[in-house]
């Protein structure tokens, strides 16, 4: 989409314009009168039908889904030649939708896996000039994805991509119990009479940390610990064991949500495979 061409709109003055370069504030333009053309009763009546005009917009890259009602309300959006005025309107597949006279159709979906090395943060960018995981992903897609929850700085191992919103969503929220395998150096060997004090809940920072199992690695010394949660919370593997009195030497995180670093090296990464995304989507 051409975001230099000239349009019939921009935001209020000030501000940026809106992603097609609009030179006109939004709501100058006069709601559309008697001649738009709503939704029809067969498309708006079943709700598993189709996929609502502003997620789709939203998915196209346009706008977020709240500034996408502003610009549907307002007459920038077609739906098979009609203008399309209301809110909660289903787009079906063979649709064709047009946003202020430009066809727009939704981002390809994308799950990208990378094996973080240390010395990345997990951010969009920063301000500070750290080298980020982006950097590394940077040709993987020519969609904009985001990494699903984070791993800190000196934290290694497996951290996914996508662009799929409810796919991250149910990644990172707690009730979905999404299984974490981590490899733990020790700067000490961990004391089997401590390794008892980690199994089951522990409290850390007043909250409750469930720990879903850990044991010291098969042939390593008793510095190497695997242990397995579903805990999200930041830096949460390395106050475990400080809780006990060890510190992280190294942290590396070797399986997430059954995706594993199997023939991924240290800095690299792969397209998940349709299986593995599959698998994904029907955990509940």
Known sequence: MNSNRN???????????TPLSRKRKPLDRKPPKKTTIKS??????????????????????????????????????????QLVTEMGYKVQPDDIVRFDGTSITPEQKKYVLLNKPKNYITTMDDDRGRKTVMELIANASKERIYPVGRLDR???????FTN???LAKKLTHPKHNVRKLYHASLDRKLELRDLEKLRGEVVIEGRK???????????????????????????????????VGYKVNKLDRVI???????NLPRGRWRELTN????NLQKMK
């Open 209 to 243: 940390v469930f720990i879903d199992a850990v044991s010291y690695v098969n042939g390593e010394p008793k510095t190497e610990i695997g242990i397995e949660i579903h805990s999200g919370r930041n830096r949460i593997v390395r106050k475990i064991f400080e809780h």
């Open 7 to 17: 349009s019939s709109r921009g935001r209020q003055e000030g501000k940026k314009n």
């Open 154 to 160: 000196n934290t290694t191992g497996l951290l996914l």
């Open 256 to 262: 997430f949500a059954e995706l594993t670093k199997k």
């Open 275 to 278: 299986l593995e995304v599959s």
């Open 164 to 166: 799929d919103g409810d």
């Open 40 to 81: 029809t009763p067969t498309k708006t009546s079943d709700a598993t039908s189709g996929i609502r005009l502003n997620k789709y917009i939203a998915n196209s890259g346009i706008c977020s889904r709240r500034e996408a009602d502003t610009y549907i309300e307002h007459g920038s959006v077609e739906v098979n030649g």
